[in-house]
C-alpha cells in the first residue's frame, strides 16, 4: 500500500484530520516519493529510508520544515506500527528546530500590503479580488487568528453591523473554544462588498489551496514588504499589542494560557523594545 493511500483511506479518517493537516502530510510523502524515486509505501518506512530523506532535506530546506517532515513520517509508521502493518516501531534520534527570534512587519508595512492587496485585479471565485485579499489580511491583523479559521469562517457566524467575527472551536487550533472578535468599519465594509447568496463561506479560495501562500507572496513582492507569511500577521498583531497593552494582553489576544509562549514565539523584540536592557543595568567600562 502506497503511505499516500494509507493517508487517504485509513490515517486521515481514524484520526480525524483537518484539510489542511492532511495536505500537510501529502506535502511530506509527496517529497519522500521524489526522494525515493517512486511512490512511497508502507514498506519504506524504516530506519534508513526515513532518515536519508531528512538528510537530504537538509540540505535543501529549513530545518523547521525537516522536523515537520519527521514528526510526519513517525507518526505514520507508529500507527502502522501498532496496527499491526509494520513489524516494529522506529526508533530514530531526536531532531530539534533552532528557536527564531520571532519577527513582525512594521505597521507601515502592514498598512502598504492592505493597500496593495486591495489594487488585486482580477476575482476569487465571482468576488473581485481585492477586497477578498485585503478584507482577509486586515481582520488576521485585527483578530489576530489564524488563516485556516478564517478561511472556515461562515456567514452565519458574522454580524457584519456589531462587526463580529465568531470562530468555532472545531475550525480552530486545538478544537477547545469558539473566539469572538470584533472587526473595525473599514474591514466590516470590505467583508459585505464580497457577501454573495447564497455563499456559505465568508473567504472561500477557488483553487488549489497550497497556492494560496504563493499568491500572497506576489502581494508583499508588489507591496515592497518581506515576505513573514500568515502567520507573520498573527506576530503582527501580538507584537503591536504588547507595545500597547503589555505581554498579557498580547497573550489574551492569541488565546495562549501563557505568556512565555506569547514572548518566545510572537513578539519581535526590534518592535516591542525591553524598557530595560543589559546596556542600562551594568555599570560603564572606564
Known amino acids: 500500500m502506497t503511505l499516500k493511500t494509507l493517508l487517504d483511506e485509513h490515517y486521515a479518517p481514524i484520526r480525524g484530520l483537518t484539510k489542511k493537516a492532511v495536505n500537510q502530510y501529502a506535502i511530506t510523502i509527496r517529497h519522500f516519493s521524489r526522494h525515493l524515486g517512486r511512490d512511497a509505501l508502507i514498506s519504506d518506512l524504516t530506519p534508513v529510508c526515513i532518515q536519508g530523506f531528512l538528510t537530504a532535506r537538509r540540505s535543501a530546506v529549513a530545518m523547521a520544515t525537516v522536523v515537520k517532515d519527521r ?26 528546530a533552532p528557536l527564531r527570534i520571532p519577527r513582525a512587519m512594521r505597521w507601515e508595512e502592514a498598512t502598504a500590503l492592505v493597500r496593495t492587496a486591495l489594487e488585486t485585479q482580477g476575482h476569487v471565485g465571482d468576488v473581485p479580488a481585492g477586497f477578498w485579499w485585503a478584507s482577509l489580511i486586515r481582520s488576521q491583523l485585527e483578530t489576530a487568528e489564524r488563516v485556516g479559521s478564517h ?39 470590505w467583508m459585505a462588498r464580497i457577501r454573495r447568496q447564497p455563499a456559505d463561506l465568508v473567504w472561500e479560495w477557488d483553487r488549489d489551496i497550497t497556492r494560496l501562500w504563493p499568491r500572497l507572496q506576489a502581494i508583499c513582492r508588489r507591496a515592497g514588504v518581506g515576505y513573514r507569511g500568515f502567520h507573520g500577521l498573527r506576530r503582527t498583531a501580538a ?37 530595560v536592557s543589559a546596556v542600562h543595568l551594568l555599570p560603564p567600562l572606564e
Open 151 to 189: 478561511l472556515s469562517l461562515r456567514w452565519s457566524d458574522v454580524d457584519l453591523s456589531e462587526r463580529r467575527l465568531t470562530f468555532r472551536a472545531e475550525h480552530r487550533k486545538g478544537r477547545r473554544a469558539d473566539l469572538e472578535r470584533e472587526v473595525s468599519e473599514v474591514t466590516a465594509s
Open 239 to 275: 507584537t503591536y499589542m504588547a507595545v500597547a497593552g503589555g505581554l498579557s494582553q498580547a497573550a489574551s489576544l492569541l488565546g495562549h494560557s501563557s505568556a512565555s509562549t506569547t514572548l518566545r514565539h510572537y513578539i519581535d523584540p526590534a518592535i516591542a523594545k525591553p524598557t
Open 71 to 96: 514528526t510526519h513520517l513517525m507518526a505514520l509508521s507508529n500507527w502502522t506500527a501498532r496496527e499491526g502493518m509494520l513489524p516494529k516501531f522506529v526508533n530514530l534520534p531526536p531532531m530539534r
